[in-house]
Nanobody
């Protein structure tokens, strides 16, 4: 049973930083794609960043230069460092994984991910 558990969200002022974590368990075998996505109130879920099938990072244009995805394989943890936060970054942030499929230089669409965490809320005030 694959489980993803996010943590690290909170309320910050614009310009601040947060580090989100996602504890991953239950995966065995070959490489899988991991990503961070977010959903703001009244908007569709959107991809923020991911590791593609060969371990390269990919970011949405809106977060390039401010967000950094990383992972600690020994601890089975995925991270998202978010800097220079803006009010428009306010959303529920999710980590997600996909166990099959090949994604080179691109991230899965939100609907393609197989497993999701419960989300962690990020609220940015101006």
């Amino acid at each position: 049973q694959v489980q993803l558990v996010e943590s690290g969200g909170g309320s910050v002022q614009a310009g601040g930083s947060l580090r989100l974590s996602c504890a991953v368990s239950g995966y065995t075998g070959s490489r899988y794609v991991m990503g961070w996505l977010r959903q703001a109130p009244g908007k569709e879920r959107e991809g923020v960043a991911c590791f593609d099938s060969i371990g390269r990072t990919k970011y949405a244009d809106s977060v390039k230069g401010r967000f950094t995805i990383s992972q600690d394989n020994a601890k089975n943890t995925l991270f998202l460092q978010i800097n220079s936060l803006k009010p428009e970054d306010t959303a529920m942030y999710y980590c997600a994984s996909k166990g099959r499929g090949t994604y080179i230089g691109t991230c899965p669409r939100p609907s393609d991910y197989d497993y999701w965490g419960q989300g962690t809320q990020v609220t940015v005030s101006s």
